[in-house]
Structures are given as C-alpha cells and as structure tokens.
C-alpha cells in the first residue's frame, strides 16, 4: 500500500512539474524519495547536538600536542590522528546543520543549529592554529625523515608538503597573528559591496511594453534583460546601468580597498605579484592564468561568428549589449518528471562506464537529491559531501531542460567526492574547485551530446545547440573578460595607480568592445555599459573567476577523450574513460595541474583551448545548416 501511495503521489508530482514554470510546496507535502536522507548522518538533532558537544569537549585535548610536534614520528602521528578524528566529526555535524537549515530558512532552529556548527567550526581552528607554524619550524628534512620512519605517517604526506611548501612565504608566529587579525579588515570592501547593492541602493522602475511597471534589482534584471521583446530589452539596460553610473565612485572605493588589501597580502607574504599569491594555494601556475586570456584573445574570431550567427537568426538589423541575453531561437517546452531525469542522466553516463552508472543509480535510490521547491528551502543548487557518508546533493526541480542539466551538473560532484573518499584516506579526499568544476561540466557535456544524439526536430536541436553555445560564451569568453580585468586592475594598484569609478569604467568598456567587436561593427556596446563591473561580486572574490572558464575547457577536451568520434574510432575512447576516472579518484594527492595532465589534460597549453573551440565551431556549423533549411 505505502508504495501505491507514493507511486501516485509521485504521478501528482509530475503532473504539477509539466503545468507550471516553479512548483512551491511545502516540505511535508514532498514524497519521501525527492527528499534527501541525512539519516547517514544523523538520525535526528538528538543525536546530533549528543555528536556537536562530544565534539566541542574532545578540541581543548588537542591543544596537549602543541609544542611536540617535531619530538618523534610517533607524537607527529599521534597528533595528526587526532586532528583527523575531529574533522571528520566535524564535517558530520557541519553538513547535517547546514543541510537542515536550508530545507527550511524559515526556521529558526534550523539557523541556530547552523550557527552552532560554524562556532564549533571555528574553535576546531583556533585550536589547531598551531600546527602549521609549528610543521614549518620543523622543516622538511625533518618531516620526511619521520614519514620514512613511520609509514603511518603516508596518507599525510601531500598534506604536510603542502604546508611545507610555504615556508619561504610564512612569517613568525606573532606576525602570522597579526596577519590574521588584518585579514578580517580585508573582507569590508566585498561586505559593503554586498550590503550596498541588495539593501540600500536605489534601484530605477521602467514601464515594460505591456505597461507594467517593475523596479530593477539585480534578480528583476537577470530576468528582464532576457526579454523577447528588444524595446524592454533596451529600457531595461539604460535604467539599471544608468543607475549604477550613478554610484561608481562609491562602488570603485571599495573595490580599491579590496585590491589593496591583496597588493599588502603579496608584499608582506613576499609574493612577485596578487595573482601569483592567489594561485598559490592549488599551485597552479601563473601561466595557466595568461594562457587563459591570450588563448581567448587569440580566438575572438570563433566569438564574433557566434555574434554574426546571433543576430542573423534573431533577424535584427544590428547587434547590441543589451540583446546578448535574449533567447536565440523560440525557447522548446522540454518537460521531465525527477524519475525521467535520473534516468535520462544515467543513460547519458554510461560512457564513463557501468560502475560510475551504477554507483549513481544506487545513490538515486539511496536520496542523494533533495529534489522540490519547497516553501523557505534555499534557492539554487549545491552538491556536499562527508568522508564518512553519502553525498547530498539540493536542487529545486521545476522539470525544464535546465533542471536536467543541474542534476547531471551536481551528480558530476557527487560522484567525485564519492570515487575520492572511496580511493583516497581522509587527508587528500579534498579537491580543489580547478578540477571539482570539470567533474560537473564534463556531465553537462554528456548529457547534452546524449540528448542531441537521440533528437532528430530541427526546433528542439536548434534550440539545445544554440543553448550550449550561449552557455560557452558566458562561461568561455564572459568570464575570461572578468579575469583580465581582475587582473589590470591588480597590475594597476601594484604601480601604485588608484582606481577610480571613472578609470574602472573606461577600462571596463575597453575590454567590453574588444571582446564583443564593437570597433568592427559586430556588437554595439554603448558607454554606459562599462559600469558593469560595479555589479559584478566576482571581483571580490580573489582571482577566482577564471576557474569557471579553464573547467569548462578541460571537461570538454576530457569529454572529447571520451565521446569524441575520433577518439571512438580509434579506440582511444576507452582510455580516456580510464584517465577521467582515475582523476576522480585521486582527491587531492596530486595537484590540479598535475592531476589534469595525467588524466589527459594539459592546461598549460593551448591544446584544451583549441579542442573548445572546435567544438563550438561544429556545433556553429550545425546551427547555420539548419538555419538554412528552416528558410527554404
């Protein structure tokens, strides 16, 4: 009977999904299999404030091995067993609170478990504060004289060379103290950006066409700026812009304040510039950053075709800013209950073969996905993991193609956080974003060519091809352009030059005309538009936009290894499969670059660049022959 019952309910379910753009329920309402199941972590909150206390009275322990780190390979042992045990408690009692807060924002325990994990969080830092300075007085002829002494001491070690690493850019204890204490200062210019641009800047009203009037905040932009109709498009772009011309010299000084604070980090930590102090982290190479924008410069061509081929099918007389967001082609009602979409991704996976399959079909099965909207569940889509439990992973599914390729994006993260705590020990679980965001763009890819292979409607291709190319120039080319101007105003507070709403303005609108062809004729970027960067949170956030646009090149050169025709006949496809899962295996125990050049990727070159670009260059020249067919 209980089966029945959610049988039919699953029924309902689908029915609701086809009929309307979002469902909001609420989460009582929610069949038992679209919700997540956190009972591997804990069975409710008693067990897990019994869990957080045992955890918040087990920290002062540590404090006992500060000092001895560096007396013998058996107390660096003990010590680091230690510092294991409680992180992987505590990622059990962080993710649990976190994953009941955002089932419902709305309740206020829920948020004061959150909170409790993050102060639990917090202490575990501060109480193991010491073990990097120490690590580093030791030094490294030391630390490795102990790991050959103990082997116990070897799933350690990519984490202690990572510490050791940085000796040359570590200074003493008490200045290390005070550098943490600044680093706090250097977090206000992001967080006043933030509270500035969603509470208390005025945002412009303009009458659409229909005669409705809306005020344009930033998520009634990113919805209108998307207008079929090109009279909105154009008064939503002048109003919201115009605005923020208004207040670029507020918005310039904290941006200043902020790059300034990354020009005293690379000083003090003696750092050759920002860039190179931000990429230090993951050890990824200067270069790979400026091969980046000199690859993209290289191949404006490729985006100015995409520009030509825009305006030609939208049929305008000439291209602007403010049409890049406007839907290419007539948008096609593709609609998916949660079981199609589970079985549509899993189908489109199989060439990373049956035990990635199979592994994600029992992990459907198991509630991985947090499927519905809810009413006060967080919006977007997230997938977390644990070292000790299942992946989990939040959607709000609404049933559209785009809700298809957010399954399949986050499934690409929980699967390799699943193959990673599998193969490696707790210490190189871990990945950075440089390779997690492959994981899950490598999936987008297989789906989409999974989809396109099995659609024969010209309407339904076209609409999926001119999707994936818009999805390459936001991803590809727009955040390339937010990388290079990261980078030139870093050059430019490190010469010692201010930046001011007016100079962050004409640079802005440089690099906009380049990249778009303005001085050619292809796009029309007026100079109002180059306050855009005022809007953009990217900016504060270190030179972390690039990865967005080097994770989509290597999981399209890693997919092109995989399902490439190529790479199919020759055989090759096989061991490109092999080489992709080896690098979902292997954590951290490698870095990035390294990690992406055994798999078969080397992002030190132009090679994966090259092979995106081919891409989109076919999938331009399937979109022109069915162009030309659909005006005959």
Known sequence: MKNKVLQLAATALGVLLATAPAVSLERSEVPAQYRWDLGSLFAGEAQWVAAKDALKADIPSLGRWQGRLGESPATLLGAMTEWEKAYRSLER????????????????????????????????????????????????????????????????????????????????????????????LAQAGGAVHSVFTNADLPYPEVTLSTGEKVRLDASAYGKYRASPVKADRDAVFAAFWGRYGEFTRTLATTLNAHVESHAFNKDVRKFGSSLEAALFEYNIPVSVYQRLIDDVHANLPTLHRYLRLRQKIMGLPSLGYEDLYAPIVERVQLDYTPEQAMALTLDAFAPLGQEYVDVLRKGYASRWVDFMPTTGKRTGAYSTSVYDAQPFQLLNFNGAWDDVSTLAHESGHSMHSYLSAKHQPYATANYSIFVAEVASTLNENLLFHHVLDQTKDDRTRLFLLASYLDTMRTTLFRQTLFAEFELRIHEAVERGEPLTGEGLSKLYLELLRKYYGHDQGIVNVAEPYGAEWAYIPHFYSNFYVYQYATSLIGGMSLAENIIGKDAVKSGRAAQGREAYLRLLKAGSSKYPVDLLKDAGVDMTTSQPFDAAMREMNRIMDEIERIYARQKR
């Open 93 to 184: 009692v962080y993710v649990y609170a976190s994953a009941v807060s955002d089932e419902d924002t709305r309740v206020a325990r829920n948020q004061q478990m959150a909170q409790q994990a993050a102060q639990v969080y917090s202490e575990l830092q501060t109480a193991t504060a010491y073990m990097r300075p120490e690590i580093l007085a030791i030094g490294r002829p030391t630390i490795e004289r102990f790991i050959a002494e103990e082997p116990r001491l070897a799933p350690y070690r990519m984490f202690l060379d990572d510490i050791l690493r940085a000796a040359p850019h570590t200074l003493t204890p008490p200045e290390e103290k005070v550098l943490a204490r600044a680093g706090l």
